[in-house]
């Protein structure tokens, strides 16, 4: 095939519904259009040699074959054409694959270099520099000055006075001496601490000395699931003055445990408590709305008290299992022969 005859897919596209436009305009005379038909047949037919996408032979091919058959159904005597697509060859849709790119790639290039060249010129008419004509202006004189320097001036400058201001030496203040403690929650029932006290760590200054005696310890007594403490003390408890309950184990104090009490016993609740030995001790304090504010007694002797814990649910014991003894079936009596 000659190479110049080469189209594009698109083109022979075009081509099928230029046909469809030329059948509509010939009415009632299609045979009239059989020749040029039969040529463009022949022409997609020769296109199979180089396009090679598998979409575009199907499609040439559904061409043909309508055409083939309006051909045979206009033609007098009745004739089917070749419609088959002729064999593809490799080297010829290369080079016309090949072709297909390079007009891709040329024709852009080409309109950019000469979108360049348009603005170039454009440029080169706008900004043109423009030449005065008239008379040549007289040539300034060159005059040039020379400055010889003089011997060197020497100039006094006045020292200038700096206001020193004396800095005072700091002094280290001395800090009070902070003890780490935690407000304790209430447990007991008849304790008139407020209950809405939570434990917190505040730093708070050791009591030079104590206001009061110590209270002395008189027993502790396990009943149930509470402990009874009792105390004894020389004083009278002021405003905003309670006794302190404080509960340890294992020798650390346990904040939530204590309580607050304004007569010298208190009941307090071991239910949630874990089994174990406890110590416990008392001291008269100050304190309001719940917040620990000094000590104002030594502590009293540390006394201790047991708890058992609560038992142990009892495991219930295994069914008794049941033995199956199966009822005797009757045994039918026989009948008397008449």
Not at 163 to 178: E, K, R
Not at 207 to 234: G, N
Not at 255 to 275: I, N
Not at 312 to 325: E, G, L, V
Request: glycine share 6%; charged share 20%; net charge neutral.
């Amino acid at each position: 095939m000659n190479k110049d005859k080469r189209e594009s897919f698109k083109s022979l596209r075009l081509k099928h519904f230029d046909l469809l436009n030329e059948v509509d305009e010939a009415k009632d005379q299609p045979a009239l259009l059989i020749p040029k038909i039969k040529e463009q047949i022949e022409e997609w037919r020769q296109a199979g040699e180089y396009i090679s996408e598998a979409g575009e032979r199907d499609y040439l091919r559904s061409i043909l074959s309508f055409w083939g058959g309006f051909v045979f159904e206009h033609s007098e005597p009745k004739e089917y054409p070749e419609t088959d697509l002729y064999p593809l060859d490799i080297k010829i849709a290369q080079k016309a694959k090949m072709e297909r790119m390079l007009k891709r790639v040329v024709w852009p290039a080409t309109a950019a270099v000469a979108v360049v060249l348009m603005l170039l010129a454009f440029a080169r008419l706008v900004f043109r520099p423009v030449v005065m004509v008239g008379p040549t202006p007289a040539p300034t004189p060159l005059v040039i000055v020379v400055t010889v320097p003089g011997p060197p001036t020497a100039t006094l400058i006045p020292p200038t006075a700096t206001l020193v201001t004396p800095v005072p030496t700091p002094t280290q203040t001395p800090m009070p001496t902070a003890t780490s403690t935690q407000t304790p929650t209430p447990t007991a029932t008849s304790s008139p601490r407020p209950p809405t006290a939570t434990p917190t760590n505040t730093l708070m200054p050791t009591p030079t000395q104590a206001i009061y005696p110590k209270p002395e310890l008189i027993s502790a007594e396990v009943r149930d699931q509470i402990v009874i403490l009792e105390w004894q003390w020389q004083g009278q408890l002021g405003p905003d003055e309670h006794f302190d309950v404080r509960i340890y184990k294992g020798g650390v104090r346990d904040y939530e445990k204590g309580a607050w009490a304004d007569e010298p016993r208190v009941e307090l609740g071991l239910s949630s408590w874990p089994g174990g030995g406890y110590q416990w001790s008392v001291a008269v304090i100050r304190g309001r709305d719940g917040r620990w504010e000094r000590d104002l007694s030594p502590e009293s002797e540390v006394g201790t008290f047991n708890w058992a814990g609560l038992p142990k649910p009892a495991r219930p014991a295994p069914p008794t299992p049941t033995r199956y003894i199966p009822t005797p079936k009757p045994t039918p009596t026989p009948l008397p022969y008449p």
